[in-house]
């Protein structure tokens, strides 16, 4: 029994003395203080162990807080009434980490928004307050960090500069080539309010979606200044697709044949993956227009077609299978020539109207026995001897060449004299009877 309290004894006086290097490895100290809006407040802790490295968290609008070569320090101005909480975490160089935790509780002049503490050292404005150093030109201490939000929500932005005299806070585009005043975002952001304008703290309430990708940034003016701080982009997260804007819409040409345009469309989108359609029509309407298989793309090349055609593409954005609202470009006039009018190839020669001299001098044989009167005076009495005359015959206008034949003519004219003969024989034989 003597023996086994022996142990026990030893047993508990190792797990005290493990306890008590645990707690002196790990050493927690809280403290709680309070301060006043306007008024200048300083605090510090001092650090017997020599550390390996140093993290401060937190923020109290108005004061600088920061490491030194013993500890650290909080010191400055409150601006804003509140509970805060700041904390210093130490590794220290033996080994170990130690937590320093200062809850500030800052109330307001008449005494109100202050939880209680123990009452901080307030330095008197006796010349003996910690003074900026420096050149006295503006010098920025801390920048503000991006702040991911949902649509509708809130972020804080915090920025601080020595020597500064005031502080301007500012909204700047994705693209930089719009920027507002936080004081007047809210008139061109449904549903925005801010808070803190004249502060080193910058609140946004009722984020729209349409501040996705901006940045907000602080202008601090001094000795030196303006001088800018670094821009914190504010994070937007939304599945629901936004619909984009055509910054660039195609243009049309006039072109002659065999020349080719390509037709183009500039569009951007917050969020998702752009999709195009390209369109034409025949009345220059960026509506109701017959849709062109396979051009999809941000680019179309139209093919050669005479007259004008308009063109337009509709825009629209794509997210997780969802579409936002879509958009239609301007129209753009593609205009080729009008193609130009067939002239009727050449006839063969002896084949047209005129070209009677050929087929008359293949022919004169029958027209020289022609029984009309009026070809008896075609005959040329001029003619050298031997020449045979040559007769033509004016023809009608428009009648093809294949319906002007003579040999129609010459068989009825040989019909109509053997009827003439055979009635001539008749009568000479009945005239002969006759006289018998």
């Not at 400055?76 to 904390?87: D, E, K, N, V």
């Not at 929500?153 to 005299?165: L, P």
């Not at 821009?231 to 939304?238: D, P």
């Amino acid at each position: 029994m003597k023996l086994f309290n022996q142990r026990l004894f030893a047993f508990v006086m190792i797990f005290c003395l493990l306890s008590a290097l645990a707690a002196a490895a790990y050493a927690d100290k809280s403290t709680t203080v309070t301060a006043t809006v306007g008024k200048d407040f300083q605090y510090s802790e001092s650090i017997s162990d020599t550390l390996k490295s140093m993290e401060l968290r937190g923020e109290c609008p108005g004061l600088i807080f920061g490491g030194t070569s013993q500890g650290f320090v909080i010191q400055g101005m409150p601006t804003t009434a509140g509970r805060y909480t700041l904390q210093t975490i130490v590794e220290k160089t033996a080994g170990g980490t130690d937590t320093y935790t200062v809850i500030i509780d800052v109330k307001n002049p008449d005494g109100s928004g202050a939880s209680g503490g123990e009452q901080a050292v307030i330095v008197p404005d006796d010349g003996t307050a910690p003074k900026p150093t420096g050149d006295g030109k503006v010098a920025i201490t801390k920048h503000p960090t991006g702040e991911t939000v949902e649509p509708g929500g809130s972020a804080i932005f915090i920025a601080r500069a020595d020597n500064a005299t005031e502080i301007i806070w500012r909204l700047v585009s994705p693209d930089t080539t719009n920027t507002y005043t936080a004081k007047e975002a809210p008139n061109y952001f449904a549903g925005l309010s801010v808070e803190g304008l004249d502060s080193d703290t910058l609140i946004l309430h009722g984020i729209p979606y349409a501040l996705n990708r901006w940045c907000v940034e602080a202008k601090f003016l001094g000795e030196g200044g303006p001088v800018y701080s670094n821009g914190a982009r504010i994070t937007v997260i939304s599945s629901t697709p936004v619909k984009p804007e055509i910054s660039a819409d195609p243009k049309g040409a006039s072109l002659k044949a065999g020349e080719k345009t390509e037709l183009k469309v500039s569009a951007s989108t917050v969020n998702g993956t752009l999709r195009y359609q390209w369109y034409e029509s025949s009345t220059d309407r960026n509506s109701n227009g017959t849709a062109i298989n396979g051009a999809t793309f941000s680019s179309y090349t139209p093919p050669e077609k005479a007259g004008t055609t308009y063109y337009y593409v509709n825009v629209w954005s794509a997210l997780d299978g969802n579409e936002s609202t879509h958009v239609n470009s301007k129209t753009a006039a593609v205009t080729y020539p009008a193609p130009a009018a067939t002239t009727p190839a050449p006839a063969a020669p002896g084949a047209q109207t005129g070209g009677n001299t050929a087929q008359t001098g293949q022919n004169t044989g029958a027209q020289a026995q022609s029984p009309n009167p009026n070809n008896s005076n075609q005959t040329s009495e001029d003619s050298a001897p031997g020449t045979q005359a040559v007769v033509t015959t004016a023809e009608p206008e428009g009648v093809p060449t294949r319906q002007r034949s003579h040999t129609p003519i010459v068989i009825l004219i040989l019909v109509l004299a053997a009827v003439l003969l055979a009635a001539c024989v008749s009568l000479f034989f009945l005239k002969r009877t006759g006289d018998s």
